[in-house]
């Protein structure tokens, strides 16, 4: 049984550009959620994915997107970087909505 | 890796020693409490969970107490060894949402 995976582990992006962050989910989970993750915080729940569509959403502005594809892998968007935007993203999968999430190493971006 | 939590509380305890890490949550209707453990350059990883209806909970060496009465969780760590440093998070769950909220974290420090 493999894992939550994500990539890039790292990345480095200029203030204005867009970002695409990938997921795979742990085998026979069907619900994705992401987290921002900034230095010395803990997690903040940005939205979640269950069979493709958007489930339940945090307090981030429009410019975070995401899909959720039929093997219920997933992707985060965001748009027009900002400095603040710097954070390690997390996913998480579960095998349905409220369930107990298994989550990936994150992926570091920095924004310059 | 990258540090988590560079300004964290932290709890220093002796190899061997009984940890006790607390946590105050925000939302009286949560109904659902999880802990996670977080090592550098890592994602969440889950330790244990309680439901509103329980007050104990115990795991392998570990214990989580919920006081619904004081907004109150704490995990307690028997027999510390150093594997066991990393940052804590709780995290607070209300029926019908989807999303975790975490606390702010604590690191647990391990001296040999």
């Known amino acids: 049984e493999t894992g939550v995976t994500q990539s890039p582990t790292h990345l480095i992006k200029t203030r204005g550009q867009q970002v695409t962050l990938r997921c795979s989910s742990q085998?026979?989970?069907?619900?994705v959620s992401w987290y921002q993750q900034a230095l010395g915080q803990g997690p903040q729940f940005i939205f979640q994915?269950?069979?493709?569509?958007?489930?339940g959403r945090g307090n981030f502005p429009p410019r975070f997107s995401g899909l959720q594809f039929p093997n219920y892998s997933s992707e985060l968007n965001v748009n027009a970087l900002e400095l603040d935007d710097s954070a390690l993203y997390l996913c998480?999968?579960?095998?349905?909505?409220?369930?107990?999430?298994?989550f990936g190493s994150g992926t570091r971006l920095t924004v310059v | 890796g990258e540090s988590v939590g560079l300004h964290l509380p932290t709890l220093s305890v002796q190899e061997g020693d009984n940890s006790i890490i607390n946590c105050a949550y925000s939302?009286?209707?949560?109904?659902?409490f999880i802990w996670y453990k977080q090592e550098s350059g890592k994602g969440p990883q889950f330790i244990i969970d309680?439901?509103?209806?329980?007050d104990k909970r115990q795991g392998q060496r570990v214990t989580v107490l919920l006081n619904k009465t004081v907004k109150h969780l704490s995990l307690q760590i028997a027999a510390t060894q150093p594997g066991d440093s990393a940052v804590y998070f709780c995290?607070?769950?209300?029926?019908?949402?989807?999303?975790?909220?975490f606390g702010t974290g604590t690191r647990l420090k391990v001296l040999a």
């Open positions: 998480a999968s579960s095998l349905e909505p409220g369930d107990g999430y298994t």
């Open positions: 085998s026979g989970h069907n619900t």
């Open positions: 994915y269950y069979r493709e569509e958007e489930n």
């Open positions: 939302n009286s209707a949560s109904d659902y």
């Open positions: 309680i439901r509103s209806n329980m």
């Open positions: 995290a607070e769950v209300t029926s019908g949402t989807y999303k975790y909220i």
